[in-house]
């Protein structure tokens, strides 16, 4: 009876239009419960790679046939396959089992089944958009987390050359401010090392003459002229442009020349001299060291930065 049965459901897959090497597997893989679950398998396994191989059942269970170990063993009892029947087959089919189909119910079973692989490949079809949907939302939801992880890289990136930035510039601030420090020390020093005599002797020859007896008539003392501590010095350099700044009176000329090699677009290691256009001078190392007082560049002066 069992053997009818599988023939049975084999022969409704093969009229479905079923390759007969996975008609077979798919009968002798779910153990023949039904043609729904033979369906079932099929749609299930049609990717397999040995899909299409000739199907080889064991030797205690050929489809169709007999061996000699059943002619051996004993037969069940028809009591026993109507209740195998009843376990693994729909009623219809223990029905058709009974009685030999006829061509009308033959198709119409056949019509019935094809309407249910349909059925199943439809479900089949929304199952499988169903998770490619799934796919899609779990596809963009770790490319957003890694566009996330990549824009807190760069996030990060950029605040650490931030922060770098910010440091060399405060360096950079920094040394600006040291040698600013010692140019002043140095104007100090150069102040008080040629400053001293300077004054010392200006003194001298500020102090007011007593009025020679000889002179009666004198209306109190000449006026003196205005002393100017100060300097406003003016330097062309070699582009054209021009830097200004104040320096003391006492100030030797080599701080200028000091102020324009930190402050001037005068090339690294371009040596100059400095001099003056109206009348002309050009100063020499000796005059770099004289005050600027002296060298009548007081209360205001033109320099010009000339190649040496």
């Known amino acids: 009876m069992l053997i009818m049965a599988e023939l ?27 043609i729904e679950q033979a369906m079932d398998w099929l749609m299930e396994h049609e990717n397999d790679p040995d899909i299409d191989e ?11 046939g007999t061996t000699d170990s059943q002619s051996s063993i004993e037969q069940p009892t028809i009591e026993g396959t109507e ?20 061509e009308e119910e033959r198709r119409e079973q056949v019509k019935r089944l094809e309407e249910l692989m349909r059925v199943k490949q439809a479900e089949r079809r929304e199952r499988e958009r169903a998770e490619e ?26 605040k650490k050359l931030a922060d770098q930035r910010r440091r060399e510039k405060m360096e950079d601030k920094l040394a600006r401010q040291r040698v600013k420090e010692k140019i002043a020390r140095d104007r100090e020093e150069r102040a008080q090392k040629f400053g001293g005599g300077a004054s010392s002797s ?7 003459t007593p009025p020679s007896p000889s ?21 062309r350099l070699l582009d054209g442009s021009t830097i200004t700044a104040v320096f003391k009176a006492q100030e030797p000329l080599a701080a200028v020349r000091v102020y ?23 100063y020499t190392e000796m005059d770099m060291e004289k005050p600027l007082k002296e060298l009548g560049l007081v209360p205001s002066a033109v320099l010009v930065v000339t190649k040496k």
Request: aromatic fraction near 4%; glycine fraction near 6%; charged fraction near 30%.
């Open 260 to 282: 324009v090699q930190m402050n001037g677009n005068t090339p690294e290691g371009q040596d100059f001299t400095l001099l003056s256009p109206y009348p002309r001078h050009i």
């Open 8 to 34: 049975n459901t084999l022969e409704s897959l093969l009229e479905m239009g079923f390759d007969k090497n996975r008609a077979e597997k798919a009968v002798a893989n779910t153990g023949n419960q039904g």
């Open 215 to 235: 002179s009666p008539t004198s209306q109190g003392p000449p006026p003196t002229k205005k002393e100017y501590d100060e300097s406003r010095i003016q330097v």
């Open 54 to 64: 000739p199907y080889v059942p064991p030797a205690e269970n050929v489809l169709g």
């Open 202 to 208: 200006t003194a001298a020859s500020t102090q007011p």
């Open 83 to 102: 209740n195998l029947s009843e376990e693994f087959l729909d009623p219809e089919d223990i029905e058709a089992l009974k009685r030999p189909m006829t």
């Open 133 to 158: 949907v799934e796919k899609e939302k779990q596809r963009r939801k770790q490319g957003q987390e890694l566009q996330q992880i990549r824009q807190k890289l760069q996030d990060d990136d950029m």
